[in-house]
């Protein structure tokens, strides 16, 4: 883990002690916006014209927020237009790495994803996070905040996919749907995991659960959580419940059921998952490596688990729901 206090690297980014054992995490800090024509978006400066080839994304293989902004790149068709740099899976005392893992690196002589953040900010103090969107014409920052990444690939630039995840008129019901799951699944697994107190996990635990239930039962008479059409809500919440058996389940204590167990549940992951460009940005190898060697607190041993052996490209995955 890691935070940068006023230059100063601190191997820690969450405080549960000032929180009666609950995990709390921190806002984005960089909330700029590409638009079509790089007028101001809701939040931060404009300057940020969408073009072909000017922006860059840094993410982790093992982020699932990272991870929305990989999928919503290859559901538009962005792969020539904005780049790529995959940071190492383990992320210890330096925070995360650049190794030979990372082929695609825009900036000469980075060795940590904390050098972006104190070359935009020489005084940055926050976490230190992926994914981030890199201006190469300017040099900066544009964001760190994955919702509003994925809103940018989805209407700021040209692209082959006129598809829209986060349609006009589904817009009010995707943001409240949204912060729900936010607060309960995407965020609810990390708030379980990293409880230090039994009333914080427990309190998580219950809430997490409920809402997979919820969405479970949900997902009995409709294929995507808004009908026939994915939307912005299914991918975040998918990169959630694809990481859930291989690593949740265990590690950070979910262990009521496995997403396998549920009926549609277990459909659904399997339907997004096999979705055009959706697998290949799936890797379980990052994804176990990270979350078992690199939480020392939660697993000392650092002893990734050989399994759960899961084929999300069994036919029988798909639903004929509409």
């Not at 054992?21 to 960089?30: L, N, P």
């Not at 210890?92 to 190794?99: D, K, R, Y």
């Not at 969107?133 to 996919?161: G, H, T």
């Not at 990481?243 to 659904?268: I, P, T, W």
Request: hydrophobic letters at 35%; glycine letters at 6%.
């Amino acid at each position: 883990m890691g935070l940068l206090v006023k230059g100063e690297w601190k191997d820690q980014w969450y405080d549960t002690a000032s929180t009666g054992g609950e995990f709390v995490r921190q806002d984005s800090q960089f909330r700029h916006w590409v638009t079509a024509d790089g007028s101001a978006g809701p939040s931060g400066e404009g300057g940020f014209a969408a073009e072909p080839k000017r922006y860059h994304l840094f993410v982790s293989l093992a982020c699932p927020w990272a991870h929305c902004t990989l999928i919503m790149r290859a559901l538009k068709g962005l792969q020539n237009c904005i780049g790529v740099t995959v940071v190492d899976p383990v992320m210890l005392a330096n925070g995360w790495e650049f190794s030979a893992v990372s082929k695609d690196n825009p900036i000469a002589g980075l060795e940590y994803l904390h050098q972006i953040y104190t070359h935009e900010n020489p005084h940055y103090s926050g976490r230190v996070t992926v994914p981030v969107l890199w201006d190469r014409q300017q040099s900066r920052i544009v964001s760190n905040e994955s919702a509003e990444i994925i809103r940018m690939l989805n209407s700021a630039f040209p692209s082959a996919n006129s598809t829209d995840y986060y349609p006009e008129p589904l817009r009010n019901e995707i943001d409240a749907l949204n912060q729900r799951i936010y607060d309960s699944v995407n965020n609810g697994v990390y708030r379980a995991g990293f409880a230090t107190s039994q009333h914080a996990y427990e309190q998580a635990y219950q809430q997490l659960f409920a809402m997979l239930d919820e969405l479970d039962a949900r997902l009995a008479t409709q294929r995507y959580l808004f009908g026939a059409d994915l939307s912005e809500a299914d991918i975040r919440l998918f990169t959630t419940l694809i990481r859930f058996d291989a690593v949740y389940f265990g590690h950070f204590k979910c262990n009521r059921q496995m997403l396998e167990s549920y009926q549609h549940l277990a459909n659904y992951i399997r339907d997004i998952y096999q979705l055009p460009g959706v697998a290949d940005t799936v890797n379980f190898e990052h994804i176990k490596t990270h979350y078992y060697v690199s939480h020392t607190t939660i697993n000392p041993t650092q002893v990734v688990p050989a399994g759960p052996a899961i084929d999300y490209h069994s036919a029988h995955g798909r639903k004929e729901l509409s």
